[in-house]
């Protein structure tokens, strides 16, 4: 069976800068449904809508736009795609060391590390943080150069001192594994990425990786800090939301096509992982539905 690595990114710096500002307009981000990583840092900034993001094991959906740092060489897909509903998105990439390697050894730049370092999971930002970095990510399009550069180390030091955060990935998460362990997680991300409206069976997964079921589910929970039908499941009730977001579809058909087979199962499920039951989710996106 054939299974796809995540593709490795080569990144250019903008023209006259240290790192790379990328502004994509609506439905123009060719990267949107690549499993993908680099060695940069990567800040992204979408203006509004919603849609699905996975970054390293952790899946989930969001409305509203959206405020991510990624950390270098965590695997990720991209974020927006025809039925997101945002006007933009905003992509800067920096490498861990874009100023020289002694400059954020420096006591000043001792926030922007500890940034750096939660980074390696993923952070996910919220609320007022959201709105005033989005903003100031934005205006750094006509900005020179040095202004740029000046505006970026801001919007890191202000993004260190938020409490309106999460990280998406498991303390101690990271894909900076030895090659051979890096290339098995990507292995089974990839496949369940690609086969989650199917049946998954534990022991298919398992031998995909050489390993046995018991070493495989040992491995993923060391990895994750979750086992792997609870990443299934995820995965699936993520894709639930957001077709109930979506699509003007029935709610029975929502269950099979994010790959339950059973609906009660799905609706006891997705009341537990979201809080709501499936309509009243659905009546609070409503204005989404195109």
Known sequence: MKTIAPALEVISNSYGSSF??????????????????????????INGGAGKRQIGSHVSYYTNGSLILIGANLPHCGFTNEQTGNTNETVIH???????????????????QNLFSQAKGGIAFGGETKKKI???????ENQLPFERLLTLLSILDELDSSEDYTVLNADG???ELQ???????????????DHFQESIAI??????????????????KKISNKTFTEFVNEYRL???????????????EVCYESGF???????KSFKQYTGKSASQYRHEHKIIIS
């Open 20 to 45: 790379t500002y990328t502004k994509h307009a609506e439905k123009t981000n060719s990267k949107a449904h690549l499993w993908h990583y680099h060695p940069e840092i990567e800040l992204v900034y």
């Open 94 to 112: 920096i490498k861990p060391g874009f100023l020289g390697s002694d400059f954020f050894v420096a006591p000043e730049m001792k926030r922007v």
């Open 134 to 140: 989005g903003k100031k990510i934005e205006m750094m």
């Open 173 to 175: 998460f990271s894909l």
């Open 179 to 193: 090659t051979q362990g890096n290339d098995r997680i990507n292995v089974v991300f990839n496949y369940v990425k």
């Open 203 to 220: 022991d298919e997964v398992s031998s995909l990786v050489s390993m046995t079921t018991p070493s495989f589910c040992r491995y993923f």
């Open 238 to 252: 993520v894709h639930a939301s957001k077709l109930l977001a979506e699509k003007p579809i029935s709610i029975n």
């Open 261 to 267: 087979n059973n609906f009660s199962h799905f609706s």
